[in-house]
């Protein structure tokens, strides 16, 4: 096992232009936008609230990376957030930037294929969709799916590869899978003697820890490993936990090196430039998506088929003289068969509601107290994946309080915390 990671490199922001592929250095005033848009709030692409100049995430650090690549056959693993950030911007709400795959061509690296996780190499699949194989038509690069048959790179898929490099934006919940597909990913790698270079970025939801410890007999793509719901760790960091607690098959170890983000703390507000999935469309979703993920796992609509995914939740079995806010879901970007497709729901508008450093049950427990029959609420084979363990359901059916179920957590995060401690780059 060796750990490499690169704390003080000299900043060198890229500019590589798909035209000319040019290079240009500037850490002064560097803003984020999608696609080179102007980015609105509700219009399903992320709100920009403050200026990340100042973080500058793994894969803008080139001067650290390059001289690892050169002569190497290189594989990716990336989707749409997989970026290099640049300074050029035509208004004051834009950002630009060029796709890793596309940057690291002009620099005339390598790249042998590309392999992109659930939602695919540009993000547009539907959550749990199967992603096909293909060929990027941008690059001429084959890419290779792992969410679908296949969550594993192939042993004949890394034959000629000497490094495979690791670059997807995390929002930190335990049941987002991008961190299952990087234990494959390590695995695999493990397997054939190819190392993984991992280019950091900031988790937004890393200043806490909460939620219940899943337990081994509950093992899914949706959950590797005896973490938390919230594990408050950057990919990088889970990283060296796989590692370190040797959770790999036949407790293997995978070369990793890491590029850890600069400017960066857990402390840090980063307000994500890009959708890092199709129903995840902003800071606020992002914020509550740790709470409302719960819902996937009943019959409970979390705003799928609208316009603010995982900022409201609503069925027709809920009461509608208690929860009063109604939305009709129907198919749109990211949601091609939302819960409830074209039937009216009922529930509670969560746009503006706030929430600070945890998860909370009290949406889910009051869903399921204001069921018109509760029969209907529970998928509870997926809600024990998405748990994490089967003690969750049986407590709110109970009728327990948050504060009590909250009390039973406690003792598996703090022991958590001193295993995550191990791990960590940043305060």
């Known amino acids: 096992m060796r750990f490499n ?99 690291l061509k002009a620099l005339d690296i390598d790249i042998k294929k590309v392999f992109s996780p659930e939602h695919g190499f540009r ?151 890009i959708r890092p999935s199709p129903n995840l469309p902003n800071d606020q979703s992002i914020k509550l998506y740790p709470s409302l993920g719960l819902f996937e796992g009943t019959n409970i609509n979390a705003g799928r088929g609208t316009e603010f995914q995982f900022q409201r939740y609503g069925a027709p079995f809920l009461d509608k003289d208690i929860l009063q806010f109604s939305y009709t879901p129907i198919p749109n970007f990211g949601a091609k068969y939302p819960k409830h497709k074209n039937v009216v729901c009922y529930g509670r508008d969560l746009k503006n509601e706030e929430l600070h450093g945890m998860m909370t049950l009290k949406w889910v427990i009051n869903a399921y107290k204001n069921s018109t029959d509760k029969s209907l609420f529970f998928n509870t084979s997926n809600f024990t994946k998405h748990a994490g363990t089967d003690i969750l359901q049986k407590q709110i059916e109970a009728g327990l309080s948050e504060i009590d179920i909250k009390a039973t957590w406690q003792d598996d995060l703090e022991a958590f915390k001193k295993t995550r401690s191990k791990y960590l780059i940043y305060d």
Not at 149 to 159: M, R
């Open 123 to 273: 993000g547009n699949a539907d959550a749990g969709e199967k992603v096909k194989d293909g060929v990027d038509t941008k690059t001429g690069l084959p890419i290779f799916s792992l969410h679908g048959k296949h969550k594993k790179p192939s042993t004949k898929q890394l034959e000629n590869l000497d490094v495979v490099i690791f670059d997807i934006q995390d929002v930190g919940a335990r049941f987002y899978t991008y961190i299952s597909t990087l234990h494959y990913v390590m695995e695999a790698c493990a397997e054939s003697g190819v190392s993984v270079l991992i280019f950091d970025r900031p988790n937004p939801n890393g200043h806490y820890i909460d939620g219940p410890t899943m337990e081994i007999k509950n093992k899914s793509f949706l959950g590797m490993h005896p973490i938390p719901l919230v594990h408050g760790m950057t990919i990088g960091e889970y990283a060296q936990m796989i590692n370190g607690e040797t959770w790999l098959a036949n407790n293997l170890q995978c070369n990793i090196t890491v590029i850890p983000v600069k400017n960066y703390s857990h402390d840090t507000f980063y307000s994500l430039p």
């Open 5 to 103: 990671v690169f704390k003080n490199t000299v900043l060198l922001f890229v500019l590589v232009m798909i035209s000319c592929a040019n290079l240009s250095k500037n850490e002064d005033q560097r803003k984020v936008t999608e696609n080179e848009n102007t980015v609105n709030n509700h219009d399903g692409i992320l709100k920009r609230v403050q200026n990340n100049a100042k973080v500058i995430v793994g894969a803008n650090q080139t001067e650290a990376y390059l001289p690892l690549l050169k002569g190497k056959r290189v594989g990716i693993v990336a989707n749409q957030t997989s970026v290099i950030f640049l300074d050029k911007r035509k208004k004051e709400k834009e950002i630009s930037y060029t796709h890793l795959v596309d940057s």
